[in-house]
């Protein structure tokens, strides 16, 4: 394995900030966080956070609100462990683990909010239930998420917005709101200005950046 991922898992594995299999923590979390970040702050995740930018952005504009960022990749969580530790971020926690099992770290109504920031959007057909806007993933977040918790999706492709929409439609949910151009419409200022590696990219190959936020009803 490169030097460089070593020393990042090795990182990781001493940060008080990372969660991951190995640590007593990653066991007994679930119904714990508040006693975890001592404080009973709302609890919103950012799933696939990939380098943690919204996980970290957002909890220094909401410093009276706990931020955990999830992905299965260690050595990018380590860049958003290492940016809350420097900055002395205490309300930014990361868990290493696959998103299908995120009731195995939440209990019922643990968490506020839920932001997927450009996922993956998994073009092929046969490859649509493992979209993170797919009903079945829904319905886990629908389960740890207190009744009228707010999700919110902000994706570069056309197709992931569009197939989302549809589901939504199907779904209980209210007060949606949507924009397939965020840069140029009202809603702009919900997007914290944060933009991650992948919005970069995205927006410099010319693709509009589409954002939707709806509350999930139980
Ligand atoms: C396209 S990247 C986006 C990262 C980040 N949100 C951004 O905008 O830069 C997708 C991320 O999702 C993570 N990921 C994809 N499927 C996952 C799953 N089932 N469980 C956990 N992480 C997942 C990948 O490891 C990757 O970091």
């Known amino acids: 394995m490169a030097r460089q991922k070593l020393y990042k898992f090795a990182a990781n594995a001493k940060a008080k900030n990372v969660l991951e299999a190995g640590k007593p923590l990653f066991e007994t979390i679930k119904g714990n966080w508040h006693t975890f970040f001592e404080n009973s702050s709302p609890i919103v995740l950012e799933l696939a956070c ?55 770290f939440f209990a019922e109504d643990e968490v506020s909010e839920i932001w997927l920031v450009h996922p993956d959007p998994r073009p092929k057909k046969k490859d649509a239930k493992r979209r993170l806007t797919h009903p079945r993933f829904l319905d886990s977040y629908r389960k740890i998420v207190k009744n009228e918790g707010i999700l919110h999706l902000k994706t570069d492709n056309t197709g992931l917005y569009e197939y989302s929409l549809e589901v939504l439609k199907t779904q209980k949910i209210e007060n949606l709101v949507q924009t397939a151009d965020l840069y140029e419409s009202p809603l702009y200022d919900l997007h914290h200005g944060i933009t991650t590696r992948y919005e970069k990219q995205f927006t410099k190959e010319g693709h509009k950046i589409k954002y939707l936020q709806c509350r999930l009803l139980k």
């Open 50 to 104: 990939g380098r943690g930018e919204y996980t970290t952005g957002l909890a220094q504009v909401y410093p009276d609100k706990n931020f955990i960022g999830i992905d299965i990749k260690g050595d990018r969580i380590w860049k958003g462990s290492t940016f809350a530790q420097e900055n002395n971020l205490q309300n930014v926690a990361f868990l290493r683990t696959l998103i299908h099992d995120l009731e195995k």
